[in-house]
T-cell receptor, first 115, second 114 residues
Framework: QQPVQSPQAVILREGEDAVINCSSS?????VHWYRQKHGEAPVFLMI?????EQKGHEKISASFNEKKQQSSLYLTASQLSYSGTYFC????????????????FGKGTKLSVIP | DSGVTQTPKHLITATGQRVTLRCSPR?????VYWYQQSLDQGLQFLIQ???????AKGNILERFSAQQFPDLHSELNLSSLELGDSALYFC?????????????FGPGTRLLVL
């Protein structure tokens, strides 16, 4: 089951903040976040493994609410370099319990930062 | 540069043909993952290998197969190609057995099936 990302697209001015949400209908074991610039490969941002855990990467952080089966990515004081499409990938407990690996990606959120 | 290499960068072929995509992981990484990215399906996990053994299967078609060799490079074989197989194919590598550590993506192979 593909996680649902919102919003689909967002335009920010430099210095503004944004939040990207990722929701799943399945119980989650982990959430992965990636950024992909046009014509390039995805770049890993962070993985969240525990309920309520929050991680940071430069001015980008994320939270993972295990009970709500959702994660949010926070971009603070956005820079031009933050532009790209952000994907969340979710790993459900169904597979993690079997010791296997299954990552399902959302459709992405296109973020555009303008001067 | 992630340290993961993929060849070829571009591939144009015809329906019904068979192609092989190659991936060399970062030095020291034992896990290799294959992903497909298309406009229709988005980004999809195909298969994972760890130290030569298949560890997990995702949405990989029966016409597709992969293997990881003793030197840890991996190949993805796509056969009986259809128009819908046109996509970007990425491999990624990581140190871990499970996909819960940083995965480094290669630049991808763009496959066009005519």
């Amino acid at each position: 089951q593909q996680p649902v990302q919102s919003p689909q697209a967002v335009i920010l001015r430099e210095g503004e903040d944004a939040v990207i949400n990722c929701s799943s209908s399945k119980a989650l074991y982990s959430v992965h976040w990636y950024r992909q610039k046009h014509g390039e490969a995805p770049v890993f941002l962070m993985i969240l493994l525990k309920g309520g855990e929050q991680k940071g990467h430069e001015k980008i952080s994320a939270s993972f609410n295990e009970k709500k089966q959702q994660s949010s990515l926070y971009l603070t004081a956005s820079q031009l370099s933050y532009s790209g499409t952000y994907f969340c990938g979710t790993e459900s407990r169904e597979y993690s319990g079997a010791g296997s690996y299954q990552l399902t990606f959302g459709k992405g959120t296109k973020l555009s930062v303008i001067p | 540069d992630s340290g993961v290499t993929q060849t070829p960068k571009h591939l144009i072929t015809a329906t019904g043909q068979r192609v092989t995509l190659r991936c060399s992981p970062r030095s020291g990484d034992l896990s290799v993952y294959w992903y497909q990215q298309s406009l229709d399906q988005g980004l999809q996990f195909l298969i994972q290998y760890y130290n030569g053994e298949e560890r997990a299967k995702g949405n990989i078609l029966e016409r597709f197969s992969a293997q990881q060799f003793p030197d840890l490079h991996s190949e993805l074989n796509l056969s009986s190609l259809e128009l819908g197989d046109s996509a970007l194919y990425f491999c990624a590598s990581s140190v871990a057995l499970r996909g819960q550590e940083t995965q480094y993506f290669g630049p991808g192979t763009r496959l066009l099936v005519l």
